[in-house]
């Protein structure tokens, strides 16, 4: 009898038992597996290049939903979480050396290049990795495990190769397998610097896809997606800027006309912006066009005769100001080859 009794408890209090071992993490509740791939080579425009050594590197950790494009079509391919080590840290304690550093010395027209062993390649801008809110968004992921719907328990394919890995990305194209090579190299682009200009004004702004004009823009539509953005504006030199307000049209919705959607333009493009005194700033294709935060560029028009005018840019993503370009003349649409 006091047997029956015990196993009678035992089974009763199963469940209890079930539901202590459960926790308030959706993200960790399958096991995961180490991803394989070669060794990781930087070079470019740094003084020390050579191998990745990851044992140096803290382990990061993201939370991804894959989409991706499929004869023109947007398919969903799972939802993971993988660990692995940040482009932020790998590049860390890579020293930039810029080709045109006589001419302009910031980082903030610096691309970044991740080629892997297909040959594939997509491009970063520096201000992405380095100058955004939310840090360490993008890594080389060696370890992945499935986050498997509750109700539906679908097991979406495991990843078996290491694997770049874009968590801000919409579309998940620039999620390569294998990637080998990472390539630091200034915008290709090169301006005049003009130093104390008596008049600080553009009267207009052209954007220039692939050294021809498409679009010269003297104001804004106002029809084009607006957004007001509060912002607590700080610099990486001069530190606080006052508490201000940035009312202005969303960029992706100037340039959609100009720029298509697409694979190739997730991977390859990258926008220049620059200003009339020569101060110029690079954000890529996806950081503009494929975000999934809800977090957006801004092109402001404060109008004709405005001090330090007319158009000029708002990063919301970033949580410096130094990529608020003011004075725009030109915004350029280049491709990485």
Known sequence: MKWFILFLTIVLCLPLFSVR???????DNTPSIQLKGPDIEVKGEISNPGKVD????????????????????????????????SLFDILKERFVDKRNK????SVIDLLVVVENTQGEKTV?????????????????????????????????????????????????????ENPIKITVYSSPLSF??????????????????????RIEIDHLDENLEGRTYPSVFYGRGRGFHGI????????KSLLH?????????????????????????????????????????????????SKKGRFRLFPAPDFFSDRAVHTIDSIFFRQIK
């Open 257 to 305: 006309q100009a720029v298509a959607f697409n694979r190739e333009n997730i991977r390859s493009g990258y926008f220049v912006v620059s200003a009339l005194d020569g101060y110029r700033v690079v954000i890529s294709f996806s950081e503009l066009f494929n975000r999934n935060d809800q977090v957006d560029f801004l092109i402001i028009d404060k109008g004709e005769g």
């Open 21 to 27: 071992e459960k926790n308030n993490d959706f993200y």
């Open 124 to 176: 970063f801008s520096w201000g992405e990795i380095y100058y955004p809110s939310v840090l360490h968004r993008i890594i080389v992921a060696t370890r992945v495990s499935r986050i498997i719907p509750s109700k539906t328990k679908e097991k979406w394919p495991l990843p078996e190769k290491i694997k770049l890995v874009c968590a801000n990305d919409m579309m998940s194209e620039r999620n390569l």
């Open 192 to 213: 005049k610097i003009r130093r104390n200009l008596k008049t600080m004004y553009s009267v207009k702004m052209n954007v220039i896809r692939n050294n021809h004009k």
């Open 102 to 105: 006589e001419e302009f010395g």
């Open 244 to 251: 201000q307000f940035f009312k202005g049209k969303l960029l």
């Open 54 to 85: 990851f044992s140096e590197l803290p382990l990061r950790s993201l939370i991804v939903r894959e989409a991706v494009f499929q004869d023109e079509k947007q398919v969903f391919i799972g939802s993971y979480r993988y660990q692995g080590y």
